[in-house]
């Protein structure tokens, strides 16, 4: 086990590369499972969900091979294998080998999925949308068991907007008979990029991106090639780090539309952004001003940025008040950063940050991925050297962090754990 050391209090000059978008990724590769000759996807981000991505379409016989940044599964040999343990409780988006596999295969047993902990993270709206195709449910000792004669298209409304309910219902729809209408879907571009592949795949898919989702099922999905789209929540937050501490970054490979929320916020903020085509520039101004943020579904402020953003206001003039509206609870990087002299107190499903302070370097963990994003910025916009540990959530979504770090300028290493330090950490 590691930790990331942060010489802090330089600032960062320079070009980083976005990697292809992990949210995109971890659907698009069990989309592959649908498919009955080899989808190519390429453009895929170095991490951890990736890999275990890849492991398990092993498991259930699929035979995948991996060049630099682009991912060949062949899924032609690919049987309907439980899962009901082990790898799939170590992300979230295991949960989409439920709707492919009921797709393709019309049974599953999936294990219940990981991913970053922040407070309750229900999977009613997708058991309802399986459900509505004619799938019987049940869950069984912390493993979800699927199984259908026929899925049958229908008219599904969600109760609440969800990015991964929306996905998973696509993703067994689009092998259903008839059609099927996903009202209030999620728009997050994610989606589009699933609907995409899905597409080129030879599914019939309308409207990705709106409100109401329409999918005629088809017999069989055939293999292709498809270019993942950038990570606009790693883009989004080497875009904060500029604003933080950047004498000129420039962000490439991005699709700044992506980002509308949060570059009209840091542009409240006093923040210079020019943005060109697939690029975006940021050059962070020496005051900054305190702004308020409430995270939204898409096309509003994601809460993947809540916590990075949360690390830049802490050098913000005056008193911002951030409210999660999508996780209440997702604030466990608040003490860390107090540990660090940020100023900040939470009051419901609000921070409110006092600012401006210097950071200063501290010991400090983890508990989850972008919580890991708000500490390695705010370690990079500290006084000192900072130790962030933890780095197995950080690794889940940041593709060659102290690479691209380093190339913009920091001074950031991994240094393996000591003994006391690992037993510490067992023990909290
Ligand atoms: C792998 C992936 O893409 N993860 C993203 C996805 O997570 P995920 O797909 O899990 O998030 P959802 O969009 O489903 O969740 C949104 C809200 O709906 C609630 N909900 C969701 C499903 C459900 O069946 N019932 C229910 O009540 C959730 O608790 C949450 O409050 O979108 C989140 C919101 O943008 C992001 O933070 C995650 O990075
Ligand atoms: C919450 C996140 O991921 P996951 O849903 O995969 O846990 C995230 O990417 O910030």
């Known amino acids: 086990m590691e930790k990331l050391k942060i010489a802090g209090g330089y600032p960062l000059k320079g070009t980083v590369r976005v990697s292809g978008a992990k949210n995109s990724a971890v659907a698009l590769i069990p989309a592959t499972i649908l498919a009955e000759s080899p989808v190519t ?43 009901p343990n082990g790898k799939v409780k170590m992300l979230r988006a295991s949960y989409y080998l439920m709707g492919a596999m009921l797709g393709r295969f019309k049974k599953a047993v ?6 970053c902990h922040l407070g309750p993270r229900p999977i009613d709206q997708h058991i309802k949308g399986f459900e509505a195709l004619g799938a019987q449910i049940t869950n069984e000792q912390g493993a979800i068991y699927l199984r259908a004669d026929e899925l049958r298209g229908a008219r599904i409304y969600l109760d609440v907007v969800s990015v991964g309910a929306t996905i998973n219902i696509m993703l067994a729809a689009v092998r259903a008979k008839g059609r099927t209408i996903i009202e209030n879907a999620a728009k997050e571009p994610e989606i589009i990029d699933v609907a995409t592949l899905l597409t080129n795949m030879g599914a019939k898919i309308k409207g990705a991106g709106t409100d109401v989702i329409r999918i005629d099922g088809v017999d069989s999905l055939h293999g292709c090639r498809h270019t993942i789209i950038p990570d606009r ?9 500029g604003a933080a501490i950047g004498e000129g970054v420039l962000i490439d490979n991005v699709i700044p539309q992506h980002l509308e929320s949060l570059i009209a916020k840091l542009r409240e903020m006093g923040v210079n952004i020019e943005s060109g085509d697939d690029q975006v520039f940021v050059n962070g101004p020496s005051n900054l001003k305190a702004v308020d943020i409430k995270t939204l579904v898409y096309p509003g402020f994601p809460t993947d940025l809540q916590q990075p953003f949360t690390a830049l206001l802490t050098k913000a003039a005056g008193s911002s008040v951030v409210t999660d509206t999508i996780y209440g609870a997702r604030f466990k990087h608040i003490d860390e950063l107090r540990r660090m002299n940020a100023n900040i107190k939470v009051e419901g499903r609000s921070a409110i940050i006092s600012g401006p302070v210097q950071l200063h370097g501290a010991k400090v963990k983890a508990s989850d991925l972008r919580a890991g994003a708000a500490l390695f910025i705010a370690g990079l916009m500290a006084e000192g050297i900072t130790e962030v540990t933890g780095l197995d959530h950080i690794d889940r979504g940041y593709s060659n962090l102290v690479e691209k770090l380093n190339g ?15 037993e510490h950490l067992k023990n909290t």
């Not at 913009?408 to 690992?422: C, S």
């Open 41 to 83: 996807i390429e453009g895929l981000p170095d991490i951890s969900d990736v890999e275990i991505l890849k492991d398990l379409l092993e498991e259930i016989g699929g035979k995948v091979n991996i060049t630099d940044d682009e991912m060949t599964v062949d899924p032609s040999r690919m049987i309907s294998m439980p899962l």
């Open 110 to 115: 999936i294990g219940l999925p990981g991913g």
């Open 233 to 241: 929540i790693e883009a989004g937050t080497y875009m904060i780090l």
């Open 408 to 422: 913009l300028g920091a001074t950031v290493w991994r240094e393996a754990l000591t003994q006391e330090e690992l």
